[in-house]
């Protein structure tokens, strides 16, 4: 029960951000005081788009992602969230980034790694 609760905490969190942060748009302002439109506007499709793809992940591949890169949780304390080992961690990560890149080369053929 503390597990789902955890987890929808930080779902909910995760929700309420501003998601293009998430691709670090403000370092990028940050370093140079004019950023081309077109830029932001690629970014912010670039985010939708991870976003939506990571909503179709299944539940556990999901949950892992988000808290080990989006919230930026160490893997060990993910492990103990979602109450896995941290092999197991590993292993949903490393099936939450094939599936990603399964579906955004859908969109995105001809972009590289």
């Given at each position: 029960?503390?597990?789902?609760?955890?987890?929808?905490?930080?779902?909910?969190?995760?929700?309420?951000?501003?998601?293009?942060?998430?691709?670090?748009?403000?370092?990028?302002?940050?370093?140079?005081?004019?950023?081309?439109?077109?830029f932001?506007?690629?970014?912010?499709?670039?985010?939708?788009?991870?976003?939506r793809?990571?909503?179709?992940?299944?539940?556990?591949?999901?949950?892992c992602?988000?808290?080990?890169?989006?919230?930026?949780?160490?893997?060990?304390?993910?492990?103990?969230?979602?109450?896995?080992?941290?092999?197991?961690?590993?292993?949903?990560?490393?099936?939450a980034?094939?599936?990603?890149?399964?579906?955004?080369?859908?969109?995105?053929?001809?972009?590289r790694?």
């Open positions: 029960m503390i597990y789902r609760t955890t987890v929808n905490a930080a779902l909910n969190k995760i929700k309420s951000k501003k998601k293009i942060l998430f691709l670090g748009l403000d370092q990028a302002h940050e370093q140079s005081s004019f950023v081309h439109p077109r932001i506007m690629e970014r912010a499709e670039y985010a939708k788009l991870l976003y793809t990571i909503q179709i992940l299944p539940d556990s591949q999901k949950t992602f988000i808290l080990s890169y989006i919230e930026e949780l160490p893997r060990k304390e993910v492990a103990d969230i979602m109450n896995l080992s941290l092999k197991a961690v590993e292993s949903l990560l490393q099936r980034k094939k599936n990603l890149q399964k579906n955004l080369i859908k969109h995105y053929p001809n972009r790694k």
